[in-house]
């Protein structure tokens, strides 16, 4: 049966993609680096550590992950850039965290993650969060939510993840969980997923063979 429910942050519960993709845009510009033909796809789905290694591949370095992190988020306040919530996502994430522990797992770091949580006032949604300094080996890997489903205390089998990208739906089948995802109309290979759905709120437990 779904004992725990795990979500991804970034496209699934905000939308903050877009932002930070621009403010990438921005910080490389801004470095006097080249902005890749393929950025998006560079980007999408992946931990600050993954979209590091993969700028890397192509010549295109920021010397550390914490350095263009950095540069990322100096440009999204210099942009004056909001992180949105998608209001149903929110209402979803409220609602199960009341019957099912409940929690986020996440590509952003600590900080950006901790950041959403307290301006939507999730604290008394979920114990722990899982961020991109937590694990060595981001997503399309699946040690991020396995992790998660060991401080949990729950077989990996018995959780149900929430998932925006192709990354992040790999990450969690790969971890032997059951997977939503949710296509945000981002050009996203959503195909391993148990069920797609355009908005959270379109998703029901009674789709689960066994609860």
């Not at 080249?34 to 931990?47: A, D, H, K, M, R």
């Not at 993840?161 to 997977?179: H, I, L, P, T, Y």
Request: charged share 25%.
């Amino acid at each position: 049966m779904i004992k725990a429910v795990l979500f991804d942050l970034d496209g699934t519960l905000v939308d903050s993609e877009s932002s930070y993709l621009e403010s990438l845009k921005s910080a490389l510009e801004e470095n006097s680096l080249e902005i890749p033909v393929n950025l998006e796809e560079l980007f999408y789905g992946l931990s600050w550590q993954g979209i590091f290694d993969n700028l890397r591949k192509h010549n295109i370095d920021f010397q550390s992950v914490s350095r263009m992190v950095m540069a990322v988020d100096k440009e999204l306040a210099k942009g004056g850039h909001k992180i949105e919530a998608y209001p149903e996502a929110m209402e979803v994430f409220r609602e199960i965290s009341k019957t099912l522990p409940t929690t986020i797992v996440s590509g952003s770091t600590r900080q950006q993650i901790g950041a959403v949580i307290e301006e939507y006032d999730l604290q008394g949604n979920l114990d722990f969060y899982v961020g991109a300094e937590d694990y060595e080996q981001g997503k399309p890997m699946p040690e991020c939510y396995l992790q998660a489903a060991e401080l949990l205390n729950v077989n990996s089998q018995d959780c149900l993840a929430f998932e925006d990208s192709q990354a992040g739906v790999e990450a969690a089948k790969a971890a032997g969980m059951w997977c939503v995802g949710v296509d945000r109309d981002r050009g996203q290979n959503l195909q391993q997923a148990d069920w797609v759905v355009k908005s959270l709120d379109q998703f029901s437990f009674s789709q689960i063979p066994y609860k």
